[in-house]
């Protein structure tokens, strides 16, 4: 199954077919623009589910590193998951260290004020030396927080600019049926890149790197004597920045007596191939040898779906030259010994893999901020690339 | 030194060192051993892994006892050295992100097993 040539550029002829200069990736002045004029009104996926958090008390911490924001999403007394900024209201002190856990309230290391898990002031010490605190009014800052299907999400602007609904485009109707209930997160990485954000997103964002990149961990799940380059079958690209892309699998891909073990006590990330069991939410019906789903939230997360798992990922931006890569593997939730065992070959194989994915990143930024070459050539097959530096350069030059 | 492992599994007992308790500490012991010593636990291990799945599903992960986790982290670890030995070739994976670049966290089903 060879890809027709040029068949995206005939979809989104707008993209054009010419190189892509490098100057968005090498800026910094770029990089600011994009944080001011991207990043500060985006909706943020924090790679949670609220399945995550289930009880009242349970937290999570995570850095905003790109708008410099701790933030602290934890489920009430009353059930509700808040996102708060981490901070003391008395005078800005980070109220909470640990990355997760569950707690009865937040007592600031300072001077020992004390919040409850609604984020209300619950308490403070030697109160009668100030001057009438409004207690009611001081309660931790919040911070909008929404879910979709599960997955919390937070913006930061005063008002958001879009509802995250709207944000999420046509993942509203294209992924209505997948089914995330059930999956629990099995593993969850986070890795140091020097690299550009883009940079770093475009070594994910195509097939046509899979014969190479990915000979040792994948000699044959992706690629096949009918499709060689790994050919995205199937692409969807949205005005708002959105993608969606068919990974194909390969038919002939063999088993090997680990993964046949894997198979015998659950199923692995292959499973889609040739599977006659409906995937709906998935590029599944519509593309030939399908093997999962590539569904970026623009600008730099992303909800990926296979044969009843995902993972969710996200390519966070710090600096103009570095990129937090940060990865969850959802699978459904083991109850017994073996399914762990189980899946846990599948998490071994993808992570490894995707550290081969990140090793072309930073030597690549190193050449791109040498001035070595300042264009990239894209092919067909790497349309979503191109689609990203459009929508970038769009939104950042105020098109 | 008392037997760490179930009766039936007594034959793996000089390998229960290997049964590391978190994903990260797996993944540093494969990465420091050697492709003999990985080819070593995984051809030992591989026609036990079904006798040891089904004997560890007496239990839910939710109640399994402290006696036989080694075994199930055991298990956990023979995926390490499996695609080493079936996939790269090498204890580390060849051509990649650095491993010290990689910050391994923990997730649910690990953290229970912890508690």
Not at chain 1, 248 to 260: I, M, R, Y
Request: charged share 25%.
């Amino acid at each position: 199954m060879n890809a027709p040539k040029h068949q995206f550029a005939e979809m989104y002829p707008q993209l054009g077919k010419g190189p892509v200069s490098t100057e968005s990736a090498v800026s910094k002045e770029f990089f600011e623009q994009e944080r001011e004029k991207i990043f500060r009104h985006q909706w943020f996926a924090l790679l949670k589910r609220d399945s995550d958090i289930p009880n009242p008390g349970d937290y999570f911490v995570r850095e905003i590193e790109i708008i410099g924001v701790s933030v602290l999403v934890i489920r009430g007394d009353d059930g509700q998951v808040r996102a708060f900024h981490n901070v003391c209201t008395h005078r800005g002190n980070r109220l909470v260290h640990d990355e997760l856990g569950c707690t009865t309230g937040m007592q600031c290391d300072f001077h020992g004020w004390t919040f409850n898990r609604q984020g209300e002031l619950a308490y403070v010490t030697d109160e009668e030396q100030f001057y009438g605190l409004d207690k009611a009014a001081m309660g931790m800052p919040t911070i909008h927080l929404d879910s979709w299907r599960g997955f919390l999400f937070v913006n930061f602007d005063e008002t958001p600019r879009e509802t995250l609904e709207v944000a999420m485009g046509e993942f509203n109707q294209d992924l209505a049926p997948f089914e995330f209930e059930g999956l629990e997160c099995i593993g969850r990485y986070r890795y140091d890149v020097d690299a550009n954000w883009k940079t770093t997103m475009n070594a994910f964002q195509e097939g046509y790197h899979v014969a190479f990149v990915h000979k040792r961990s994948a000699p044959d799940a992706f690629t096949g004597n009918d499709n060689p380059y790994c050919h995205i079958p199937k692409i969807k690209l949205q005005e708002n920045g959105n993608q969606s892309l068919a990974v194909p699998g390969a038919p002939d891909h063999k088993l090997s007596p680990t993964e046949e073990l894997a198979f015998k006590f659950g199923s692995t990330f292959t499973q889609g191939v040739g599977n006659t069991e409906a995937c709906p939410g998935t590029w599944q019906g519509e593309a030939e040898n399908w093997g999962f789903d590539l569904n970026i939230i623009f600008p730099f997360s992303r909800i990926n779906v296979g044969a009843g798992w995902c993972y969710v990922d996200a390519f966070w931006p710090i600096a103009q030259d570095k990129t937090i890569y940060e990865l969850a593997y959802y699978f459904p939730k083991p109850i017994k010994p073996s399914q762990m065992i189980s899946q846990e070959f599948s998490k071994i194989v993808l992570r490894d893999l995707s550290r081969e994915d990140l090793s072309t990143n930073e030597v690549t930024h190193a050449a791109l901020m040498a001035g070595s070459i300042k264009n990239i050539y894209l092919s067909d097959q790497e349309v979503a690339v191109r689609h990203l530096y459009k929508t970038v350069t769009d939104r950042v030059n105020g098109s | 030194m008392s037997n760490q492992l179930p009766e039936a599994f007594a034959d793996l007992e000089h390998f229960v060192s290997w049964g590391e308790p978190t994903e990260k500490l797996r993944m540093a012991r494969r990465i420091g051993s050697t492709m003999a010593e990985l080819t070593d636990y995984y051809s030992t291990m591989l026609p036990r892994m079904e006798a040891i799945a089904v004997y560890l599903d007496q239990w839910d992960l939710t109640d399994l006892p402290d006696s036989v986790k080694p075994l199930l982290y055991m298990g956990l670890m023979y995926m390490e050295a499996a695609v080493c030995v079936e996939l790269f070739k090498d204890p580390d994976v060849p051509e990649a992100s650095p491993a010290e670049k990689l910050n391994v966290m923990s997730e649910h089903a690990e953290r229970a097993l912890l508690a």
